[in-house]
């Protein structure tokens, strides 16, 4: 099993629309989440942390279900702006490092 | 406020050739984490430095081996070249070794043919 599985894209939808993107992660010791974006042939940047009481920073909102080791981003009202893949990402940690484990991503493209 | 620097940003390789790969982390930064991208999936973790150690490593033959200096610049060294092996790889630096504030080179395109 991977350590961090995304849903399948590409993700097609037209301006406007709300669109959410599920994770899940294998190490239940992991306790940093994120969720990053990369723009095409760029280097992924960060979108948002992810905390366990969720999160939200304007139009996008994150989840966390540690119990389930799932987390979720939601796009609302999206714009051309936003089309790009999204990264999963979660921490792998032992006790010399805490390297950062991405998922396969999610691509996004937003429509006018 | 410099950020992470990679060298070079494009190289063709031969099968068999040997490769290296320079990193200048952000300054602050003292980690410095290797990730290779292939076409069309995400950033696979290579291996991490911090205090000139190796930290923690991926699933990376070690065909694939690094170095962090004094100065936190790090070096990713690939012998014996495979096809298999074009990629972007990504240098992306932290602080103290933190899953948190990490920065992305904008990567070295390696093609091998």
């Known amino acids: 099993r991977k350590e961090v599985e995304q849903d399948p894209g590409p993700f097609n939808v037209p301006e406007g629309a709300t669109v959410a993107f599920n994770c899940t992660y294998s190490n239940s010791a992991s306790q940093s989440f994120f969720w990053y974006r990369q723009d095409c042939r760029k280097e992924p940047k960060l979108l948002m942390s992810v905390y366990s009481s969720g999160n939200e920073d304007g139009r996008f909102t994150a989840q966390l279900n540690r119990a389930s080791q799932y987390i979720s981003l939601l796009i609302r009202d999206s714009k051309l702006s936003d089309s790009a893949t999204y990264l999963c990402v979660v921490n792998s940690p032992n006790q010399a490092g805490t390297a950062l484990i991405f998922g396969k991503g999610t691509t996004l493209s937003v429509s006018s | 406020d410099a950020g992470v620097t990679q060298s070079p940003t494009h190289l063709i390789k031969t099968r068999g050739q040997q490769v290296t790969l320079r990193c200048s982390p952000k300054?602050?930064?003292?980690?410095v984490s290797w990730y290779q991208q292939a076409l069309g999936q995400g950033p696979q973790f290579i291996f991490q430095?911090?205090?000139?150690?190796?930290?923690q490593r991926g699933n990376f033959p070690d065909r694939f081996s690094g170095h962090q200096f004094p100065n936190y610049s790090s070096e990713l060294n690939v012998n014996a070249l495979l096809l298999g092996d074009s990629a972007l790889y990504l240098c992306?630096?932290?602080?103290?070794?933190?899953?948190?504030?990490?920065?992305f080179g904008s990567g070295t395109r390696l093609t091998v043919v």
């Open positions: 992306a630096s932290s602080y103290q070794n933190r899953a948190h504030g990490y920065t």
């Open positions: 430095y911090y205090e000139e150690e190796e930290r």
């Open positions: 300054s602050g930064h003292d980690t």
